[in-house]
């Protein structure tokens, strides 16, 4: 746009102000000058832009800054008219002035009370859109007024608690007292706690106790908005920080969420006469207005944003782009609501505009309403009506389909519950209405109070019908009551499933087909709170972006917090990992690969930080780094949910010279000593539980040796000492910690323990030696235990590693690369790849489905077969019998010594 075409818009919105507006009339009759040069030049949306127009003259601040205000609510008005200045723009314009009043004010307080003072230890807190920088045209300001007693200075005699009283009544009065130049923002401070009883001003610590203790919940998503905008800047970040766990809750509370769409309901409740669209609309407040947008952003922020930083944005605008971004709304959702909250909020400015007053409604009166829709340059109220109309019943129904309307309550009577409960599909309705009295009466420590009832009541008819689907319903509410009995509370359980419906189908099949998954949701039942977002159920993500991700949400500066962390974090990852089987949503083979990633990320991550932990009080050794070598199932990238880890703790350099810490340790020492403080962080349960069981028996010497060895103690073994079964198990080493460099010279001393010469006949008989001693010492748990039955895994690995070590080739830690290579050999069976694949699928399912391995209920069986890409339970067992007969075969034919019965 040229400077001409600035100037034309400039005065028609000029034009359009007196003549529609009576309020801008008066700042231009009072401002002439002023009025002229907007007139005359381009506006600038930046706050810096419009400073030159504020007073000079400062003696008078309470004066000067009405003045000011006068100048910026014109500025604003002609710039957002004239089409200067974009919705964004007007509102930070309006915010970023509201916070250089209110830091002049602080700052004029400060000087007439304490002269000699620098303004600390007083912090302004915003709220509500002036914390977002989203300030309406004619805005009061939500602040919460903080100090520190510590820093906070005093007049004599006076303590901490007067001072800042006496600081926040000037500051208010300055901002908010009428005079003849008007006024500069309406102040509320109600939105500070219990503002009934409570002081102007909160001390730091008594505001952080209530909300770490006593906060109402609807006050979470009051603080999504929250900015320290003036006086103590660094304490108001201070008194942020402190309660963001309150705000951004990993594990979610729920109850926030239902008090939001309470809030929503009372408001539509009280502002009746304003709900429905036409004349007397209310833009704020009616169904399908501003109000709804901004709950409907806050509802998905507090779902997501205890897990995901980048979506706490405050402004309503970026809230909505960063969740679409997010894949948690849809992006043509996010792009009609924004559209939509642009319009609503620039006609909310118009309505203000007219007489500077906080006004939300459209008139009633068709004179007023045209008025209106002039002043925004339209005909008429007629055409105003019909440019909102659309977007008014859009917004409406969204925000109608995220309260999801409550089905029907269960009744209490018996023959009608029974009645129900069969129809739902449970065969023994009796059994099921005697669980379901026992929640209603409270028998269950966590269905006592009052509040875990109502939240029962609001999802039973969901989950009675979920379970009444499932294979064996009886089972599946049997367990939902062991998981009941072994919470503390259940309000969040049934909050969470009340908000996100379809959550109710997963934890059926969980209880219904996953013991394993359904003992740790009885530990910890926050582990459900993981599955809230659809990103869940998606493989886990490569390994070094798992690393950050887990780095990230983990961190902390306090040792044991990061512990407790990667504990919480690992857990939901795995727990997921179980879902997606559970679910069907990912391959066993891939699920295993998940499994086995997540392990290797949180190994990486927990032994940065033991070693950091360490070093701190031992220091370092030049030229010796701790390396770990990963065996078994985690050396093989192929994890079950049950699996521990196997590990070999190694280091190199010098294991004669000494750490250069406060407290200097040997080599030898130093390494076997981080290696145990590694074991500790990776296993040692905490106050969020356990993490791996970790398994360091592979080591040079087993048990008897040192729990870390040097590279050249580890070479010298393999070469000289170790016995063939542990070059087998050192065909699936892979390291998977330690500088490149090391790692690199591990995998060549590996490859060279691994192409030594062998003789055959040797080999061939303590193979099978050593699975004999196994086959006796450690029998099949029953026909499904996959790994150790006749032609199970077992037999299938020591194929593998037998061939592996004869022929040398074939040299991979993962099994399914190895066999690839030994059947293009002419080595194997060309079946054995698929009765790996079999094999494999069947013990990452049962290790969830059938943990003991002794049998497999019934009621899941057909879900087995599908895992395991059967058609049917009866085909499955047919391919596991054809999977475990190619698996002996090879058996008896690379160990002919079974043959001879020796």
């Known amino acids: 746009m040229t400077q001409a075409d600035d100037k034309s818009r400039i005065a028609a919105a000029l034009d359009r102000a007196r003549a529609n507006a009576p309020f801008l009339k008066r700042l231009i009759d009072r401002h002439p000058e002023f009025a002229s040069g907007i007139a005359q030049g381009s506006l600038s949306a930046h706050f810096d832009g419009f400073a030159s127009y504020l007073e000079t003259d400062r003696s ?8 000011d205000r006068q100048k910026l609510a014109l500025y604003a008005a002609i710039g957002d008219l004239s089409g200067a200045f974009d919705l964004v723009e007007t509102v930070t314009l309006l915010s970023d002035f509201a916070d250089y009043a209110l830091e002049a004010a602080i700052r004029a307080a400060f000087a ?165 669209f036409g004349p007397g609309y209310d833009l704020k407040r009616g169904r399908g207005g501003i109000r709804e947008i901004e709950f409907y952003a806050q509802i998905h922020q507090l779902i997501h944003g205890g897990r995901e930083p980048a979506l706490r944005a405050p402004a309503t605008l970026d809230a909505l782009s960063g969740l679409a971004a997010h894949g948690h709304i849809a992006t ?41 829709a002039r002043l925004h340059g339209m005909a008429d109220g007629g055409a105003l009506l019909d440019s909102l109309s659309g977007p008014v019943t859009y917004v409406g129904a ?136 659809a990103s869940a159920l998606d493989p886990p993500e490569p390994l070094d972006e798992l690393v950050e991700l887990l780095r990230s949400r983990g961190a902390s500066d306090d040792y044991q917090i990061m512990l407790d962390r990667m504990r919480q974090l690992v857990g939901e990852e795995r727990f997921a990992l179980g879902v997606q089987l559970i679910e069907g949503r990912g391959d066993p083979l891939e699920v295993a690969g998940g499994y086995a990633r997540v392990a290797e990320a949180a190994l990486t991550v927990l032994t940065d930080a033991a070693i950091a932990e360490f070093e701190a009080v031992h220091g370092t050794i030049d030229g010796c780094d701790l390396v770990i070598l990963a065996l078994g199932r985690l050396g093989g990238e192929a994890l079950t949910h049950a699996s521990d880890l196997d590990l070999v703790y190694l280091f190199t350099g010098d294991h004669a010279v000494r750490s250069d810490g406060d407290r200097p340790l040997g080599a030898t020492t130093y390494f076997q000593r981080l290696a145990q403080r590694v074991t500790a962080a990776l296993s040692v349960p905490t106050a969020a539980g356990p993490l791996y069981e970790i398994d360091t028996r592979l080591r040079p010497s087993g048990a008897q040796g040192l729990l870390a060895v040097s ?82 895994l077992v037999d299938l690995e020591f194929c593998v590693h037998l061939l592996q070590l004869r022929e040398r080739i074939g040299l991979h830690p993962q099994l399914p690369a190895a066999i690839a290579e030994l059947v293009e050999a002419g080595l194997l069976d060309p079946g054995f790849a698929d009765a790996h694949d079999l094999l494999t699928r069947m013990l990452v399912t049962l290790r969830l489905v059938a943990p003991s391995s002794q049998s497999i209920a019934e009621a899941s069986l057909a879900l087995v077969a599908e895992r395991c890409g059967a058609e049917n339970w009866d085909a499955l067992v047919a391919d596991y019998d054809g999977a475990r007969q190619c698996v002996s075969s090879e058996w008896r034919r690379l160990a002919p010594i079974q043959d001879e019965g020796e």
């Open 398 to 533: 969204v925000y109608d389909e995220l309260e999801d309307e409550e089905e029907s309550r269960l009744p209490a009577d018996r023959e009608r519950l029974e009645d129900i409960l069969e129809r739902c599909g449970f065969t023994a309705p009796d059994d099921a209405r005697r669980r379901i009295e026992g929640w209603r009466a409270g028998r269950l420590r966590s269905t006592q109070s009052a509040v875990a009832r109502e939240a029962l009541e609001a999802v039973l008819p969901a989950l009675m019908t979920e379970m009444g689907r499932s294979p064996d319903p009886i089972g599946a509410i049997n367990r939902f009551d062991v998981l009941l009995d072994r919470l503390p509370s259940a309000v969040n359980l049934f909050t969470l499933l009340d908000a996100r419906p379809g959550l109710g189908r997963m934890l059926v099949a969980v209880l219904s087909h996953a013991p394993a998954l359904a003992d740790e949701l009885a530990r910890h039942a926050e582990l459900f709170d993981g599955l809230i977002d």
């Open 60 to 67: 008078d601040i309470d004066r000067a800054l009405r003045r």
């Open 332 to 372: 043509e959702e996010a792009e009609r609501l924004g559209d939509a909250y642009r319009l609503f909020r620039t006609i909310e400015h118009r309505l203000q505009m007219i007489e500077d007053q906080q006004t939300h409604s459209l008139p009633e009166q068709a004179s007023a309403l045209d008025q209106v």
């Open 112 to 276: 007439e009370r304490l002269p000699d003072a620098e303004p600390v230890g007083f912090a302004a807190i915003a709220l509500g859109k002036h914390g977002s920088r989203e300030l309406n045209y004619s805005s009061d300001i939500d602040l919460i007024f903080l100090f520190d007693p510590e820093t906070l200075p005093c007049r004599e005699r006076e303590d901490p608690q007067q001072s800042a009283l006496r600081l926040g009544r000037r500051v208010v009065e300055i901002l908010h007292d009428h005079t003849g130049d008007g006024y500069v923002f309406r102040v509320d401070l109600r939105l500070r706690p219990s503002p009934e009883i409570t002081p102007m001003a909160l001390s730091l610590g008594a505001a952080i106790a209530h909300y770490e203790t006593s906060a109402e919940r609807w006050e979470r998503a009051v603080f999504i908005r929250a900015r320290a905008v003036a006086g103590d800047i660094e304490l108001g970040r201070r008194f942020l920080k402190a309660i963001e766990p309150f705000v951004w809750r990993r594990s979610l509370d729920f109850g926030a969420i239902k008090a939001i769409r309470a809030m929503s309901h009372r408001i539509r409740d009280h502002y009746a006469q304003g709900q429905k």
């Open 711 to 792: 590279f050249d103690s580890f070479a010298a073994y393999y070469r000289d000492n170790a016995w063939t079964w542990e070059h087998m198990a050192l065909a699936r080493a892979r390291p998977v910690y330690g500088p490149e460099e090391a790692q690199k010279e591990l995998r060549h001393m590996i490859g060279e323990a691994l192409h030594r010469d062998r003789d055959p006949a040797k080999l061939v008989a303590d193979v099978w030696a050593m699975r004999a001693e196994m086959a006796e010492h450690k029998p099949p748990a029953g026909p499904y235990d996959v790994k150790l039955v006749d032609g199970g």
